[in-house]
């Protein structure tokens, strides 16, 4: 059995790590690209979001190099991602791929099945062993935000422009060649040992921006048109709302034991949206606030197109915007998204934030 | 009280009781026609990326606007026990209140039958008695709500037809035997001003039609099961249980599926039912996406191959196997 999954930004390290301690091969698909996107594209419905058509590419691409298992997370809605596991098989169906595909549906849901399913792709791995390395795997989610953490804060201050992007690179290189959670951990702590060297402009007057939206746009960089080191070197700092280790926190661990962890951002968008409607919306609107609390400068917010949920939250973020005054700029992706036109909003947005900044000050 | 119920989405569902419920209650309840107008000032006030039945929504709580002294939008999050309604439908009051500045009273109580102790009694005690104190009035109004409901649905399903069924005055010709069966949502299928009466000049053909709400729940459900996962959409389960279910039937000559653009449901659930329909029968498929910019010269000339294929397939092909 040789597994894989789809993308989404680094998740797939953590899961490497996590699969590869229990002794299971698994076959990391290349990085998105272009070829992945058209491949995506074709197979899938026409109006499926984003998400779903480069899960597809990823698929292919991965099955082409001998994959013959897919995992993926599920969700019982009532956004569309709960179904992707269903029509992906279909796809690939009618695509000519017979491949077995093992959706992981919240443990709340049905705790069982859960269970049961990962005995199934691990072999029947004892259960503590299988716990050890889902913490581990948690553990690298957790050290990769940091890490990012990092970069962001040390892009826009860079003295020698480029530096953190040369390192990034090896890290890449690394990253590749290093199996199991030991090396992982190794090189993730190399690299932020690297990224701790790089010379700083410690006084710089940065713009700092959030990005909120929908959280694969937010976290994969292919979708997003690399977005957080384009703001990096036009000198803002960028803060991502979601990321990996929250996700597996909240719904591995919170839900299941029945507490809620985001009762802060719940609290936030209270006045705004009072039920939770699916997908990120609701945390899209709470963070909206909270960033504007911390005294961001300007918010991006990412959706794919016709993503159902954050249509709400697009249409509820103007009001967002005039009562708590903070800028705010909604980018809809598709397989359509042009560099240039997205790049001159980019800046046209980041020089907008910039003299506000200044004049405010006056 | 003037109470303005805006024409669309779950108005082509639940209409009739909502208008007697507030009626009973001593209100008057008002609705506008869908119009260009209409639609050109949704288009202009909704978000870019809704449906296009949103937008129509969006439309009406504009014209009905200032003009009633309450406008009824709730919040549907469910309908059904684990089931959800569509995320743009748990979110629209908000949609609307930050998209248009409403200066009637916004009616937007939470129907929610998703869990344990969704109750719709307690959604009419909510609503009601914004209008009166009185307990026993609302529920009395409600019941008769429920009942003229279950009537109109009685009706639905006979005819196939939102007006007439309103209107109770639906022909009780016996229907021609050869079907034309129209899937999607109710506020696609139902409105005739979005689809461009497409069901009448489907029977002008001389097909009769056959609709979803025509099909008996638990075919749907039994159908609809065929999935290997549980239903969290009401609205595509019943349009994929429906589809299904319609392969079987002789008398069913072709499904059309009217989808709006960008309708998060149908792309997926549209999508696996074609790929259904495609490998188990050779029923003729075709799917029209309708959005505020569809010409009905094209939507027309698509409609017309599309009878043509089916009539010349009952004429010249024998449906005799070729292979022996």
């Known amino acids: 059995m040789k597994v894989t999954f789809p993308h989404m930004g680094e998740t797939y390290i953590a899961l490497k790590g996590f699969f590869e301690d229990l002794g299971v091969d698994v ?336 | 009280m003037k109470i303005g119920i805006p024409k669309g989405l779950f108005y082509f569902k639940y209409y009739p009781l909502w208008k007697t419920f507030f009626e009973k209650l001593d209100c008057g309840v008002v609705t506008s026609p869908t119009n260009r107008k209409v639609l050109d000032s949704g288009v202009k006030l909704c978000a870019d990326e809704a449906c296009l039945p949103v937008k129509i929504y969006h439309g009406h709580v504009d014209s009905l606007n200032g003009k009633v002294d309450a406008i009824f939008i709730p919040r549907i999050v469910s309908i059904m026990k684990h089931e959800y309604t569509c995320p743009k439908f748990l979110g629209l009051p908000e949609m609307i209140k930050n998209s248009i500045k409403v200066t009637s009273r916004i009616i937007d109580t939470t129907v929610n039958l998703r869990g344990q102790h969704g109750d719709l009694f307690d959604f009419a005690m909510e609503t009601g008695s914004i209008v009166t104190k009185d307990r026993y009035a609302i529920m009395n109004a409600f019941r008769d709500g429920l009942h003229e409901q279950h009537e109109f649905e009685k009706r639905l399903k006979e005819c196939g037809d939102f007006e007439s069924a309103l209107k109770k005055d639906h022909d009780r010709n016996i229907p021609r035997p050869e079907k034309i069966a129209i899937l999607g949502h109710p506020y696609v299928i139902y409105d005739s001003y979005i689809n461009m009466d497409i069901a009448k000049k489907i029977q002008r053909e001389g097909y009769s039609i056959i609709t979803p709400q025509m099909i008996e729940d638990d075919i749907i459900r039994k159908y609809a099961s065929k999935l290997p996962k549980r239903h969290f959409w009401t609205l595509g389960r019943e349009n994929l249980g429906a589809g299904l279910s319609l392969l079987k039937c002789t008398d069913v000559k072709g499904i059309i599926y ?56 009952e004429q010249n092909e024998s449906n005799v196997s070729t292979h022996g």
């Open chain 2, 258 to 313: 009217l989808s709006s653009f960008c309708c998060g449901i149908d792309s997926l659930m549209e999508d696996y039912l074609e790929r259904q329909v495609a490998r188990s029968s050779n029923m003729p498929y075709m799917k029209l996406v309708l959005d505020e910019h569809t010409g009905e010269a094209g939507f027309n000339t698509r409609l017309e191959a599309f009878l043509d294929m089916v009539r010349w397939r």
């Open chain 1, 27 to 362: 076959v990391i698909p290349p990085e998105c690209n272009k070829k992945t996107l058209q491949i995506g594209v074709k197979y899938s419905p026409e109006t499926a979001c984003l998400p779903l058509k480069v899960n597809i590419g990823n698929y292919v691409q991965s099955i082409e190099n001998g994959a013959d298992t897919i995992v993926i997370t599920g969700s019982c809605g009532p956004c569309r991602f709960g179904y992707y596991g269903i029509l992906e098989k279909e796809i690939l169906r009618d695509m000519g791929y017979d491949v077995d595909m093992i959706v992981f549906d919240p443990p709340s849901e049905d705790i069982g099945r859960f269970i049961s399913r990962i005995r199934k792709i691990t072999n029947n791995k004892p259960v503590y062993k299988v716990a050890d390395s889902l913490y581990k795997g948690y553990r690298i989610a957790k050290e990769l935000d940091d890490m990012n953490k990092m970069m962001f804060a040390i892009r826009p201050r860079e003295i020698k422009k480029g530096e953190v992007r040369r390192i990034y690179g090896e890290y890449q290189k690394e990253i590749e060649k290093a199996h199991g959670t030991r090396e992982i951990f190794k090189v993730i702590d190399d690299n932020k040992k690297k990224l701790k060297d790089v010379r700083i402009d410690a006084d710089r007057k940065v713009l700092k921006v959030g990005i909120i939206g929908e959280i694969y746009t937010v976290i994969e960089p292919f979708v997003n048109l690399y977005i957080e080191e384009k703001l990096g070197d036009m000198g803002v700092e960028v803060d991502r709302s979601m990321n990996v280790s929250e996700w597996i926190e909240t719904n591995m661990f919170s839900k299941l034991l029945g507490f809620n962890s985001e009762r802060d951002i719940d609290k936030a968008a209270e006045n705004y949206l009072k039920t939770a409607i699916g997908g990120h919306a609701k945390q899209c609107i709470g963070n909206a606030v909270l960033y504007s609390r911390k005294g961001f400068d300007g918010l991006i917010q990412l959706l794919p197109f016709s993503c159902m949920p954050e249509i709400v939250a697009s249409s509820i973020l103007p009001s967002v915007s005039r009562n708590e005054k903070i800028p705010i700029m909604t980018l809809v992706l598709d397989e359509l998204t042009g560099e240039s036109g997205y790049i001159t909003r980019l800046e046209a947005f980041v020089d907008m934030l910039g003299i506000r900044k200044e004049t405010k000050v006056e």
